[in-house]
């Protein structure tokens, strides 16, 4: 059975698609799942750096796409913690007009028979690197932050995810943060949702552990004790089609709290 | 030129009115056409951005046009991108201050299906019908009405070439901007609570909203 392709993309820069691709391939892996992850960032490849694969890089996504090295295998590198999972990185000393989207399809279809799931890590941006990353997918994951900007951007996104057919785009909403939400200082879920109206993959809370594990080229899905980790893990459980009930944001309002919310007819 | 001193060419005279038809140029009898298309460039110069291209009726009462002048009028409006959607929508009737009723132009409606998202604009000659959301960031512009079945938060413009009786209706109306015909009104900064199905018009020189 040919594998699953999906693009992790967002629009706007930083807000964690890379960190995204990094910790949904490794849950996948961990769930004994064939994985490889695209990097399709030509120029700002990164997913290496938070993989700590980056001293590995023989070939990259250019040299498979001008045939440079002989086999697409020979430029995989695998994980150094799990060995059913690869990564294509991209070139770093190019840029996104060194690859074109029927090379992407091209790339894709030869590892499609290989491997259960391909992630391909979107660039920022709406224009030729977008239309790479996008070329072969079939399934969308959009990553987004609570704000404004990062929804706005999302949203333009999905609305080119369906010019490219790709019709139901999923949702992550990354970085969270309960106590501002509680607070009313930050957008919640049911404000983002209201305007991106796409079912929702998760939400990952806002943690230091991410940072952390992302400069030691450790995704946070392997660290037991991370918040993000556990939702990665939920989310990568969604992805397999299991029901996993969204999990409660930390510190439930307490009494004074819920009378607020009463107060404010929520 | 030659002109009776008690009749100067008041430049003011040639104006710009919103009429029931759509917006209409008044160019005066007297005078010398010449003289008020020099006015109208300057006039159509000054407000550049007020007036944003589009088809115009234009009212001349008894005056014939000669059909060079015709091409110095057309010329000068497609300057500012602009166009003469008809001529004289006063009629005859010049004693009669109400503008004549004619029945507006028969046209197809757009049914959009889903939600118009960010960076995603509409355009149609006639109605636009929006079964979702116009979300911010996205456009939608039709000569006639606009309605959405469900929240506009984006940029509307009805009667887009100046019908000024155009309506836009949604049934969460939280939009960045509204433009009904070349009037444009910004939503309030802090507009507090839902407050269900409202439509936005032109009354006066201004668009309100009421609730439907």
């Known amino acids: 059975m040919a594998g699953r392709v999906v693009v992790v993309t967002s629009g706007k820069g930083g807000v964690g698609k890379t960190t995204t691709v990094a910790n949904l391939g490794t849950g996948l892996a961990l769930r004994h799942k064939k994985v490889v992850m695209i990097d399709a960032d030509i120029g700002l490849r990164n997913l290496d750096v938070v993989m700590g694969l980056e001293n590995r890089i023989i070939y990259d996504l250019v040299d498979v796409a001008e045939k440079t090295c002989r086999s697409i295998n020979k430029a995989l590198i695998k994980d150094k913690r799990l060995s059913n999972l690869f990564l294509l990185p991209a070139a770093q000393t190019r840029n996104k007009d060194a690859v074109t989207p029927e090379q992407m399809i091209e790339i894709v279809e030869a590892l499609k028979d290989e ?3 391909i992630l391909i890590d979107c660039p920022a941006g709406i224009e030729r690197g977008f239309d790479n990353a996008v070329a072969a997918a079939t399934e969308a994951i959009v990553v987004t932050t609570p704000e404004v900007s990062a929804v706005r951007d999302a949203d333009r996104i999905i609305g080119l995810l369906q010019e490219k057919e790709l019709y139901e785009p999923t ?8 106590d501002m939400v509680r607070k009313g200082d930050m957008m919640d879920v049911d404000d983002i949702n209201d305007i991106l109206a796409i079912k929702l993959l998760g939400i990952v809370p806002d943690d230091e552990e991410i940072i952390i594990s992302t400069n030691k080229g450790e995704p946070a899905v392997l660290n037991n004790h991370s918040k993000a980790g556990e939702a990665f893990r939920n989310i990568v459980r969604r992805i397999e089609g299991e029901e996993v009930p969204f999990m409660s944001m930390g510190g439930e309002p307490g009494l004074f709290g819920r009378f607020l919310k009463m107060m404010h007819g929520k | 030129m030659l002109l009776p001193a008690i009749n100067p060419l008041n430049a003011d005279e040639l104006v710009f009115k919103g009429l029931k038809q759509g917006l209409t140029l008044f160019i005066p009898e007297k005078g010398p056409f010449q003289h008020w298309l020099a006015v109208l460039d300057q006039r159509l110069d000054e407000a550049k951005t007020f007036f944003q291209g589009g088809a115009i009726l234009v009212e001349l009462g008894e005056r014939k046009l000669a059909p060079g002048e015709l091409a110095g009028l057309r010329r000068i409006l497609a300057k500012y991108r602009m166009r003469i959607k008809d001529f004289n929508p006063l009629g005859k009737k010049k004693l009669n201050p109400r503008p004549k009723e004619r029945p507006l132009l028969p046209s197809g409606a757009l049914l959009v299906k889903g939600t118009v998202r960010s960076g995603q604009r509409l ?13 911010p960031g996205g456009e939608i512009v039709a000569t006639g009405d606009i309605i959405v ?5 984006g940029v509307a413009h009805a009667g887009a070439g100046g019908n000024m009786q155009a309506e836009i209706i949604a049934f969460t109306l939280a939009p960045v901007q509204l433009r009904i015909a070349h009037i444009f009104s910004r939503a309030p900064e802090e507009r507090k609570g839902r407050l269900g199905p409202e439509v936005a018009y032109i009354k006066g020189e201004k668009i309100v909203v009421e609730r439907l």
Not at chain 2, 149 to 153: F, I, Q, T
């Open chain 1, 171 to 178: 949702l992550i909403l990354n970085r969270l943060r309960p």
């Open chain 2, 149 to 153: 079945l469900g929240a506009l938060r």
């Open chain 1, 115 to 117: 491997f259960d799931y």
């Open chain 2, 123 to 135: 355009e149609n000659e006639g109605d636009i019908v929006v079964k979702g959301d116009l979300n």
